[in-house]
């Protein structure tokens, strides 16, 4: 197993067939940042409570999808471990719970905007440290093999 670097990845034979993570995670970063705007912005108003919990449901199913099918096939597949991945899951989780403690408690009003800034920065960490982990191993993957598993 060779490792590819990020600024290769576009460049590769099975990019972008490959990375199926790609697309849901630039939509998580958007969608992330956009709720700490409003929140600093508007405070507990625009629709922001309602648009965070759609987004942490969506992010629920894909965090699932990885820890159920795609982490354990590649760690098989590889030999590469998933714990700090896992490990940046339950971290989002911790910070899930500020998130939902300060929508609570509307009397502070930098609560929220601090909530969501740190679950913004752990979520921005995660992704990119996950990509770098997973990116590279589904590149190498055979399109047969790939769509065999993954399709």
Same mark, same amino acid.
Do not use: C
């Given at each position: ?6 600024? $290769?990845? /576009?460049? !590769? ?8 993570l790609l697309g849901s ?10 709720? =700490? /705007? ?6 507990? @108003?625009? #629709? ?11 992010? @629920? @199913? $894909? ?15 590889? #030999? ?7 490990? @940046? !899951?339950?971290?989002?989780? =911790? ?17 929220? =905007?601090?909530?969501?800034?740190? $679950? $913004?920065?752990?979520?921005? /960490? !995660?992704?990119?440290?996950e990509e770098d982990l ?10 047969? /093999?790939?769509?065999?598993?993954? #399709?």
């Amino acid at each position: 197993m060779r490792a590819i670097k990020r600024e $290769h990845w /576009e460049s !590769h034979k099975n990019y972008p067939k490959q990375v199926l993570l790609l697309g849901s995670h630039e939509n998580f970063r958007r969608i992330s940042g956009v709720l =700490v /705007e409003r929140a600093q912005e508007f405070g507990y @108003g625009a #629709g922001i409570e309602s648009l965070y919990r759609r987004w942490k449901s969506a992010m @629920g @199913g $894909h965090e699932y999808y990885e820890e159920r099918k795609l982490y354990p096939y590649l760690a098989k597949r590889w #030999g590469v471990s998933f714990d700090d991945a896992e490990a @940046g !899951h339950e971290a989002l989780r =911790v910070r899930d719970r500020d998130v939902q403690a300060a929508f609570l408690d509307p009397s502070s009003p930098t609560a929220l =905007v601090d909530a969501l800034v740190g $679950h $913004h920065d752990v979520l921005i /960490e !995660h992704l990119r440290y996950e990509e770098d982990l997973v990116i590279p191993l589904l590149l190498q993957l055979s399109e047969d /093999e790939f769509r065999r598993t993954f #399709g």
